[in-house]
């Protein structure tokens, strides 16, 4: 089973139904993937099920009828166990971006990370979950994909929003801060702390 987010709802992609649902079906053979994605957006749909009966198969036939975006971020701890987290456009994100050309996903994540709020000296402790969350560039609906690490640094200067990409905060939470600014973030942030566990 996979959960992708669309306009923040989940379209899961799924080898199983169960009889009783609440969500709008549609066979990923035949299914046309930008008309569901606009169904999101236009509040057609608030959550939906993408079924195929292999489940091996599903990852595969739903990256071949979309555009697909790699990115990779980080979940960052500094010596005091609060959380780096950015803000940008109204709501709480953790820093994150595309991969350049010949780079490693750990090297995008760091890079993004020392990029998007300026702090360095960062470790990689281990590998996260993925999150997969639709976007539109240049009139087109992609999946992003993004690899997650978790990270550690004792950097205790000033942080610094990179503000060309419209962040504008960069800030140190402990987890009841943190707990606050989930409620205003995105449904796949919220996800990789609910899997997790850690708050």
Same mark, same amino acid.
């Given at each position: 089973? &996979?959960?992708?987010? %669309? *306009? *923040?709802k989940?379209?899961?992609?799924? @080898? =199983? %139904?169960?009889k009783?649902t609440d969500?709008?079906?549609?066979l990923?053979?035949t299914a046309?993937?930008?008309?569901i994605?606009?169904?999101f &957006?236009?509040d057609?749909y608030?959550?939906?099920?993408l079924?195929?009966?292999?489940?091996?198969?599903?990852y595969?036939?739903?990256?071949?009828?979309?555009t697909v975006n790699?990115?990779?971020g980080?979940l960052?701890f500094n010596?005091?166990?609060k959380?780096?987290? %950015?803000?940008? *456009?109204?709501?709480?994100?953790?820093?994150?971006?595309?991969?350049?050309k010949n780079?490693?996903?750990?090297?995008?994540?760091?890079r993004?990370?020392?990029?998007?709020?300026?702090?360095s000296?960062?470790e990689i402790e281990?590998?996260?979950?993925?999150?997969?969350?639709?976007?539109k560039?240049?009139?087109?609906?992609?999946?992003?994909?993004?690899h997650? &690490?978790?990270?550690?640094?004792?950097?205790?200067?000033?942080?610094q929003?990179?503000?060309?990409?419209?962040?504008?905060?960069?800030v140190w939470?402990?987890k009841?801060?943190?707990e %606050?600014a989930?409620?205003n =973030? &995105?449904?796949?942030?919220k =996800?990789?702390? @609910?899997?997790?566990?850690l708050?």
């Amino acid at each position: 089973m &996979y959960k992708v987010f %669309i *306009n *923040n709802k989940p379209l899961i992609l799924t @080898d =199983s %139904i169960e009889k009783e649902t609440d969500f709008k079906i549609f066979l990923l053979e035949t299914a046309d993937i930008q008309k569901i994605i606009k169904g999101f &957006y236009q509040d057609k749909y608030t959550k939906a099920i993408l079924y195929h009966p292999d489940e091996s198969q599903l990852y595969k036939k739903f990256k071949e009828k979309i555009t697909v975006n790699k990115a990779a971020g980080g979940l960052v701890f500094n010596d005091e166990g609060k959380m780096l987290f %950015i803000h940008r *456009n109204g709501k709480w994100d953790l820093p994150k971006g595309g991969i350049e050309k010949n780079e490693e996903l750990q090297e995008t994540a760091i890079r993004e990370v020392e990029e998007e709020t300026g702090v360095s000296g960062l470790e990689i402790e281990h590998k996260l979950k993925k999150t997969y969350h639709v976007f539109k560039r240049n009139g087109e609906f992609r999946l992003k994909i993004t690899h997650w &690490y978790l990270m550690k640094t004792n950097y205790n200067g000033v942080l610094q929003p990179q503000t060309e990409e419209g962040i504008d905060k960069a800030v140190w939470l402990d987890k009841e801060q943190t707990e %606050i600014a989930l409620r205003n =973030s &995105y449904e796949n942030i919220k =996800s990789i702390f @609910d899997d997790e566990d850690l708050l």
